[in-house]
């Protein structure tokens, strides 16, 4: 564990994440709508839905950026939206966050990029951080770019560098958004298999927020549907396969014929 103060973990019957009747508006425009959500340790959860409808907002309430208008957010039984900002910093140095993007500092190289959270949140020396930069590298097998820029890099490659800076402070939750984004199907899948390889080896939890469905079944013990604002069906993921929801149903087959085009609730923003 990191040097960064943790707080005691809960029972381990406690569900890690927790949502409770959650809602968020901004001024009259509804995001979500009395969402009840728990996730327990050890699985990847996959939340999944069209564009706009509140994945990437529900990761964002669940880092505290957001806070509900309705309801409470818990992280290991602790309400997030009452956490001041020092508990709630603290309380962010259990939970690993790959961007959509990648979202690393250009103008620093790989090592320093890894480097950065322990430099700012631990007192661990030199030797000790590149230590730790060689070892997450090693996980994703990307030893060999600690000098690259990340302009020097792929995609997949950059994708890569993310996950393992998310591990740097050996989180108990990783939150993934839209890992897939931009990357063709052999990397896809391979940034999946690094999901599923990682958060088994050091027994982290995944929320993963995606709308690509080879994805989304390759990497899910348990998947949720996100659609105008609720949590529509909460199942494992051959139930979703079969499932008798019509929008459900849709959704996963991307048919065009349905009740979500019927419906014109398709949004532009995510």
């Not at 989180?171 to 990357?183: N, Q, V």
């Not at 939890?205 to 909460?234: C, D, N, P, W």
């Not at 199942?235 to 991307?254: C, I, L, M, T, Y």
């Amino acid at each position: 564990m990191s040097d960064a103060t943790a707080a005691s973990p809960a029972g381990s019957d406690t569900p890690l994440v927790e949502m409770a009747n959650v809602s968020l508006a901004f001024d009259e425009k509804v995001i979500l709508r009395d969402v009840n959500l728990t996730v327990a340790r050890g699985e990847r959860l996959v939340i999944m839905g069209q564009s706009g409808s509140g994945k990437s907002t529900t990761l964002r309430l669940i880092l505290g950026i957001l806070r509900p208008t309705g309801g409470a957010v818990k992280f290991n039984g602790r309400e997030i939206n009452r956490m001041d900002r020092v508990k709630l910093n603290r309380m962010r140095t259990r939970i690993g966050m790959v961007y959509q993007y990648s979202a690393l500092i250009s103008s620093l190289n790989v090592r320093d990029n890894l480097a950065l959270p322990l430099e700012e949140l631990t007192r661990k020396s030199r030797e000790e951080i590149d230590a730790l930069v060689a070892e997450k590298l090693g996980l994703v097998g990307m030893e060999d770019t600690q000098d690259y820029l990340p302009s020097e890099l792929s995609g997949g490659m950059r994708k890569r560098i993310s996950l393992a800076r998310a591990l740097m402070l050996d989180p108990e939750l990783i939150l993934f958004d839209e890992p897939s984004a931009g990357l063709d199907p052999v990397i896809s899948s391979v940034i999946d298999e690094l999901i599923i390889g990682l958060t088994e080896k050091t027994g982290a939890t995944s929320i993963i927020v995606t709308h690509e469905m080879e994805s989304a079944f390759r990497v899910a013990t348990r998947m949720a549907m996100l659609y105008q604002g609720k949590i529509i069906q909460e199942d494992k993921p051959e139930r979703f396969r079969r499932s008798p929801n019509e929008v459900v149903a849709q959704f996963v087959s991307g048919s065009t014929e349905g009740p979500i085009l019927e419906t014109g609730s398709l949004q532009k923003s995510k």
